[in-house]
């Protein structure tokens, strides 16, 4: 008989969790947070609206190995009593989806609201396929137009000697 580890049991039923999710909204007690940086061991450096300093936030165990989060996704945190710089721990890691819901139930809070720009940009390149459009940009290289420009100057200079 063929038993499943339990580490693959756990993660079958988060994933399950998550897409199940009702997308209940915020509590009083909770926020909504950005991710700032990862400091290790479990620990996330975040922005929320209303505080205006960063702080660190946990990761409870049942995500840990099973769930990933990155820089510039979002969460659900929750506040705990005890501990100085650690003064929250994650509940929910947010997805696209949740984002839509929160704004449309008016929750979303302005300062993590898209700006009007970054729309734009992905519009130029609307002959792409469908498949390039449901990709997530890459939130760990910096974005760096400059470059490009550079380059083309530096061809179009040596295709004229």
């Not at 339990?6 to 926020?31: F, G, V």
């Not at 290790?40 to 209303?50: I, R, S």
């Not at 960063?54 to 705990?80: Q, Y």
């Not at 501990?83 to 809070?109: M, Q, R, S």
Request: with cysteine.
């Amino acid at each position: 008989m063929h038993r499943s580890h339990p580490s693959i049991s756990r993660r079958k039923h988060l994933m399950k969790e998550m897409m199940e999710d009702d997308y209940a909204l915020p509590t009083e007690n909770q926020q909504i947070a950005r991710v700032l940086s990862s400091r290790g061991n479990n620990l996330h450096e975040v922005e929320t609206a209303k505080v205006e300093e960063n702080f660190l936030v946990s990761m409870p165990n049942k995500f840990r190995k099973s769930m990933w989060v990155k820089r510039g996704d979002f969460l659900l945190i929750e506040p705990i009593e005890e501990g100085d710089k650690v003064k929250a721990e994650i509940c929910k890691i947010l997805t696209p989806e949740h984002v839509k819901e929160y704004t449309k139930a008016g929750v979303w809070p302005d300062k993590f609201t898209k700006k009007p720009a970054q729309k734009e940009s992905s519009n130029q390149n609307e002959d792409d396929s469908d498949f390039e459009d449901d990709l997530l940009p890459n939130t760990n290289r910096p974005v760096n137009q400059e470059s490009s420009d550079e380059e083309e100057d530096e061809e179009t200079s040596s295709d004229e000697d």
